[in-house]
């Protein structure tokens, strides 16, 4: 923390090699260490600094995922940092407690960066949050979930043949941990689940009959918590979840085949059809008591009523509303303090999702229960449209756009994306 009271971080993208289960020499990079980066937490209210440093040999970016903030700290490809240079965002936090993450966002390459290692998770608390299990590492545990391929001790980083979406892996790391296990010693854990993988979608659920309780979505908590026995995170999405392992026993936290609405082919190569171990919970003998879930959580703000409704269409395997990303092009033009409504179709047969920086959205009509709170990223399957509300508040540029694209990375290079600037 600085003398005026900003909570500074000091992030360097760099180079290393890491053992991800295929020998030491595996080449990776990270931030402030050789794979991943670590865990930014701040308070909302505060105010935060963030001195990011290229190490890398190429130009990079480090954006901001789910937060709330000015167009010129948001860490889109308009904000490259050269090699050798730093770039110093600042903003005050002003959003709800909620488990946000960083990750590259350079137009053209984001798969690639993220890909070899850079991302981290960025947590904000709220005091005003009501009591959970919250010991970081012990009972609040992050796990930042990501698919790999390997070929000869080194990240495999050519696409899938059969697919257009990238590269779906079957290696599973969790924080960068091959075969990952995890000791629970307390009565319950809260795991906060980053799904941070290029392409794949996980349907998450644990063996021996353990179910659990949804508390929070990407952008925060929910109105009350939902008893759930599977939940699908697509590319960028984010959940908490709180789980009770039984004392002396163990279960694993799995990703099953799943349903993406796609045909059976694009179902397979897409991972649809794939069974994975992601976690093992180990619970010893005897487990400390900690905190119970309330039956509340937050109240949900209420977005109010829209006053404008846009239309986006994805059209094609690089296009919104027929049009491929141009970093020249504003496609919308927002006004600050208004609600709107957005009507995301997926008009082909492949799989997309959608996120929206700068806010989070309420998603209409859905009947899943986990897609009820704060989102800012959501799947859509072929042929299906999702209604968003959203309000756009406190922060204006005329010529610096947020961005709103498909979060599947391959999709996003080629230009599934689009700009809007809040006025
Ligand atoms: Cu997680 Cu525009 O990105
Ligand atoms: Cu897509």
């Given at each position: 923390?600085?003398?005026?009271?900003?909570?500074?971080?000091d992030l360097t993208m760099q180079r290393g090699t890491t053992d991800l289960g295929h020998g030491p020499a595996t080449e990776t990079w990270g931030v402030n260490g050789s794979y991943l980066g670590p865990t930014v937490r701040a308070d909302r209210g505060g105010r935060v600094r963030l001195n990011v440093s290229n190490e890398l040999s190429v130009a990079s970016t480090l954006h901001w995922h789910g937060m709330h903030l000015p167009a010129a700290m948001d860490g889109g490809p308009h904000q490259m940092i050269e090699p050798g240079e730093t770039w110093s965002p600042e903003w005050t936090i002003d959003q709800a407690a909620a488990s946000l993450w960083y990750h590259p966002h350079l137009h053209g390459a984001t798969a690639e960066h993220v890909y070899r290692g850079i991302a981290g998770m960025f947590l904000i608390d709220d005091a005003e949050t009501p009591e959970l299990p919250s010991s970081y590492g012990v009972d609040d545990v992050p796990l930042i979930v990501?698919?790999?391929?390997?070929?000869?001790g080194q990240l495999d980083l050519r696409p899938g043949m059969f697919t257009e979406a990238g590269i779906i892996g079957s290696d599973i790391l969790v924080n960068g941990t091959p075969a990952p296990f995890f000791d629970v010693t307390t009565e319950r854990v809260r795991l906060r689940l980053l799904n941070a993988s290029n392409a794949r979608t996980y349907n998450f659920t644990f063996t021996e009959g353990v179910t659990f309780d949804l508390i929070a979505t990407d952008g925060g908590l929910l109105a009350a918590p939902v008893r759930l026995s599977h939940l699908m995170l697509s590319p960028g999405e984010r959940a908490e979840i709180v789980v009770s392992v039984p004392a002396g026993s163990s279960t694993v936290l799995r990703s099953v085949t799943q349903p993406l609405g796609l045909d059976m082919w694009t179902n397979r190569f897409s991972g649809g059809?794939?069974?994975?171990?992601?976690?093992?919970?180990?619970?010893?003998?005897?487990l400390t008591p900690n905190t119970a879930v309330p039956d509340e959580l937050v109240a949900q703000r209420d977005l109010g009523e829209p006053t404008v409704t846009r239309t986006f269409s994805i059209s094609g395997s690089n296009e919104i509303n027929d049009q491929t990303m141009d970093m020249g092009r504003i496609d919308e033009v927002v006004e600050v303090n208004t609600t709107e409504m957005w009507e995301v179709r997926n008009g082909t047969g492949a799989p997309h999702n959608f996120h929206v920086h700068d806010v989070q959205f309420q998603i209409l009509d859905s009947r899943d229960p986990a897609l009820a709170g704060p989102k800012d990223t959501v799947y859509i399957p072929p042929g299906e449209t999702v209604r968003l509300l959203m309000r756009f508040e406190h922060y204006t540029d005329p010529e610096v756009p947020y961005m709103y694209h498909c979060h599947i990375l391959a999709h996003e290079d080629r230009g599934l994306m689009g700009q809007f600037v809040v006025i």
């Open positions: 923390t600085d003398a005026d009271g900003t909570r500074v971080f990501q698919d790999k391929r390997f070929r000869d059809d794939d069974s994975l171990d992601i976690l093992e919970l180990r619970a010893g003998p005897s």
